[in-house]
């Protein structure tokens, strides 16, 4: 069983494992995923590319062509942010500081067409 180097004299933390010792990938090796995954991701990625071109294939039209657009749009950006970004692996505090200041302005841009549309309706009923 092969044990770590003693500390120097009056440290407290512990020494890091030397690189070549088994078990140890090594301070400069990088993330290793297999080839599989980006091949199920560009699968997934052509079906809904296929899935979002059939919506307009096949005539869908109102608020549902463009709700399937966009839920098909968000999927698609998703795995390419989490798979070929890797943001799937990285901590969770970067993954929120990369996605909530997003989330918050489509909140707010939701709130302000809320306003507009109640000003609309209100500007309506006052000058009939």
Known sequence: MASTPASPAGSTTPTPPAAH??????????????????????????????????VDYFHVTGYLRWTLILVFMALKAGLIVAVFMHMAWERMALIC????????????????????????????????
Not at 25 to 37: E, N, R, T, V
Not at 103 to 123: D, G, K, P
């Open 21 to 54: 010792e088994p078990g140890h990938a090594g301070a400069h090796s990088g993330q290793q995923h297999p080839i599989g995954l980006y091949l199920k991701i560009w699968l997934l990625l052509f079906v809904l590319s296929t899935l979002s071109y059939l």
């Open 97 to 128: 500081a990369i996605l909530v200041p997003p989330l918050c302005l489509l909140v707010l841009v939701w709130l302000m067409a809320e306003e507009a549309n109640y000003t609309f309706l209100t500007r309506g009923i006052f000058f009939r």
